[in-house]
């Protein structure tokens, strides 16, 4: 037989067989492109090409983009051998992806029918019933997964997880901790949520010697990507190692540099993204349109660093920068950076969204004298203490009571009275932590269910962008399992496409009018609807997440309302440039 040499630019080979051998070969050197091109060649020879059409899919289905060809590819295959493990598996982690776990779930069990021993099939199953709120099964899934594979780390991530929304916080922690020793090798965002899981457990248990074990599996590793400095950052702070946490940051901001984005040319604006060390952050993931915008972003060093705030970077190196976007956007956490802002942004002259004096007036605190005379506005009662102050206090009414700085509900507590007060302060916690109180207001709707609603105030406009529906008040996104419920879907659409309507004169002027008060270029604010017609706030400040995650053929709906809130911040972005002769 003649050898055969696949290349690029090699004439078409003569068989299926022929190009089965060449395309097997380009698949297992990775070169996805060219093996897919052979594969389709084979398909055209004979349509029904069982193993052609099986390895199509894996190459479909692994891809963003391709999900409704992928799915039909997947389905021939599957029509023609049933019991193809692979192709049941692939095309039940296209479902998930596209939100439809229940037919997730069918596929990966009919999988594990025909293939048992393969852990990845059980961790995929457990997932996707997690997001199906069925808790047992998905424990026992990921049980099954790591009792096969003792070695893969990403289903000790998510056991792990699991077992810490079951409040067997002790058991979350040593799977995390068994998670962390595997997942050297992982990727950078499977050692972040590991490390950011087993702080979680660790505040819970108070096992310190776990923490400092913890602490030393990941220290001996690489930690050179943001995401996994900062979860390592925070696990040193709890255990009082503060400047070691500061350390890691100053490192990685000296490393990184300028860290550059978008489009080399024909960028419509150049956007300056600065961050300190230190502090809390807007999140600009999705928020800033790197298909539009050339992007520097920049994290200042923490002010006892001699060569702070820029390290090596040159002030010249940043002047082609149109705008400049504070994203320190936590008054209680921004690591005394606002000064070293104003000081860069003066020396370059640029536009700056969101400022820091426009920052300082956000804090939790601020609020009753920031939106306390807008027309009705619930603005509940909020004041610092420490935990010796609060040991003292008498609680007759229920309050909040979160550490300085926090965010995501992760550390907030709900203090009905003296017992539970005492409970919460035999929680482990650094001696010296401020904690905000809160007045508590019960804010369950007629239905017994509860609603929180955020927006998002582009140029002091606000934008609907989603609405969270569940059973308890410690009430977020993520957890109120909204997919699973499509009259909950139905009422957040409502919500985006008509949210004056929704809210009614009174609470959508006191919305207006909390935009224009807050006065920040990007912003938000979380909120409930009261029974009279009233809004009750629950915060407004900058730090709030934009994203479109969600897949669209679920939620169709956030894909048409979200996108033009980004359109919104790059139209503000283009004005500001363009006023100051920049841009395009």
């Not at 109120?480 to 419920?485: E, L, P, Q, R």
Request: net charge negative; hydrophobic share 45%.
């Amino acid at each position: 037989m003649t050898k055969i040499v696949v290349t690029t630019d090699s004439p078409p080979l003569e068989n299926a067989a022929d190009l089965l051998h060449g395309a097997l070969r380009l698949h297992v050197d990775n070169r996805l492109g060219e093996a897919e091109a052979l594969y389709r060649r084979i398909l055209d020879l004979n349509p029904e090409h069982v193993q052609a059409l099986g390895m199509l899919g894996t190459i479909l289905a692994g891809r963003q983009g391709d999900e409704a060809e992928a799915e039909a590819v997947l389905n021939r295959h599957i029509a023609l051998r049933p019991t193809d493990a692979a192709s049941l598996h692939w095309l039940g982690r296209l479902k998930a992806r596209l939100g439809d776990d229940e037919a997730a779930v069918t596929l990966f069990r009919r999988a594990a029918q025909w293939l048992p021993t393969l852990a990845p099939i059980f961790n995929d199953l457990g997932v996707s019933l997690h997001r199906l709120g069925r808790s047992q099964e998905a424990l026992a899934a990921l049980d099954r997964a790591v009792a096969l594979d003792p070695a893969y780390g990403m289903a000790h991530v998510n056991r792990g997880a699991m077992l810490f929304e079951m409040k067997a916080f002790d058991q979350a922690l040593d799977a995390q901790l068994t998670a962390l020793a595997l997942l050297a090798q992982a990727s950078p965002e499977w050692r972040a949520a590991t490390l950011h899981n087993l702080l979680l457990a660790v505040r819970r248990t108070g096992r310190r010697a776990a923490a400092e074990a913890a602490c030393e599996i990941a220290l001996a590793n690489d930690h050179d990507d943001a995401e996994t400095v900062d979860e390592l950052a925070l696990l040193l702070e709890y255990l009082g190692r503060s400047d070691e946490a500061r350390t890691l940051r100053n490192d990685l901001g000296r490393r990184t540099g300028i860290e550059r984005n978008g489009p080399a040319r024909d960028a419509q604006a150049t956007l300056l993204l600065l961050g300190g060390v230190g502090a809390g952050h807007v999140p600009t993931r999705y928020l800033v349109d790197v298909g539009m915008f050339a992007t520097l972003s920049v994290g200042l060093l923490s002010p006892d660093q001699a060569d702070a705030p820029l390290g090596g970077i040159g002030i010249d190196s940043l002047r082609g920068a149109d705008v400049v976007f504070n994203t320190l956007g936590e008054v209680d956490a921004q690591g005394d950076q606002f000064d070293a802002v104003d000081s860069v942004c003066a020396r370059l002259g640029r536009p700056v969204l969101n400022p820091p004096a426009a920052i300082r007036r956000t804090g939790r605190d601020q609020a009753p004298a920031l939106f306390g005379d807008i027309a009705d506005m619930v603005i509940p009662t909020v004041g610092w203490t420490t935990p010796g102050e609060l040991a003292t206090l008498a609680i007759d009414a229920p309050l909040l009571v979160r550490p300085a700085g926090d965010h995501g509900g992760e550390n907030l507590v709900l203090l009905r009275g003296d017992a539970e007060r005492d409970a919460y302060l035999q929680r482990p916690r650094p001696a010296a932590a401020r904690l905000l109180l809160t007045r508590f207001h019960d804010f369950r709707s007629p239905d017994g269910h509860w609603r929180k609603y955020r927006l998002i105030f582009v140029d002091r406009q606000a934008h609907p962008y989603h609405l969270a529906i569940g059973d308890d008040w410690l009430l977020h996104y993520w957890r109120a399992n909204m997919s699973v419920a499509p009259w909950k879907m139905a009422e957040e659409e409502r919500f985006l496409a008509d949210w004056r309507g929704v809210f009614g004169p009174r609470a959508a002027r006191a919305v207006e009018a909390a935009a224009r008060r807050l006065d920040l270029d990007y912003g938000g604010m979380d909120c409930a609807l009261l029974g009279d017609g009233r809004l009750l706030l629950f915060e407004a400040n900058a730090c709030f997440l934009l994203h479109l995650d969600e897949p669209e053929e679920t939620f169709a709906y956030k894909h048409r309302h979200v996108p033009p809130i980004r359109a919104a911040f790059s139209d503000m972005v283009l004005r500001r440039a363009k006023a100051a002769g920049g841009g395009r």
